[in-house]
């Protein structure tokens, strides 16, 4: 993937120059500790140290501070942006819901993945290269098509094109499921928040 696709969700490190940052680095503590490994077409691995908020064999809600601020695409990111990773074994996609620390949504980053195994302290996925990048306002862009390999596997290609379709075919509906999936889990990751 290109230096900006992806990588700015994730890392494990809390931001400790806001008051608020400091209350939530104690509670994550509380919080179960998950190594997010991420698998590229060219073979490369990425793990990411990140905490669990909900999950099971199937499907897992991850959580990551951005230690600085990041421009992902366009989209700025303060420090403290807050991602909230959603991930299923049965979707051709995963997301990073990106929040800022007050809790409003900045953003949507889905991966289009493959490969997702959920198991304890530790999530795998391959990372299929394309992107979509939603945001509040109305911003829905297909990204990092030209990183696909000319002589990707079929069966690949249309996984690719079939998690860039989920995600394209009702953006508002998907958004919105995830949306509300975040705001339950924000006193799990931010009980005195709350």
Known sequence: MGS?????????VAPSDSAPA????????????VVEIKRTLAGAEKRFACRLLEGDAHTAVLLWIAPGAMNVHGVELPAGTISFGHFW???????????????????????????TLISPGRLEWLDLAVDVLATPGGRLDVLDEHELPPDLAPALRARVEAGVRAVLDDPAALMGEIEARSRVLWPVAFPDAA
């Not at 620390?101 to 289009?112: D, K, M």
């Open 4 to 12: 900006t696709s992806g990588y700015a969700l994730q890392g494990g």
């Open 22 to 33: 400091v209350a939530y680095t104690t509670a994550m503590r509380a919080l179960g500790e």
């Open 89 to 115: 074994d049965d979707r051709s996609y995963n997301v990073y819901h990106w929040l800022g620390p007050a809790g409003h949504t900045l953003g949507y980053y889905f991966n289009i993945a493959d490969e």
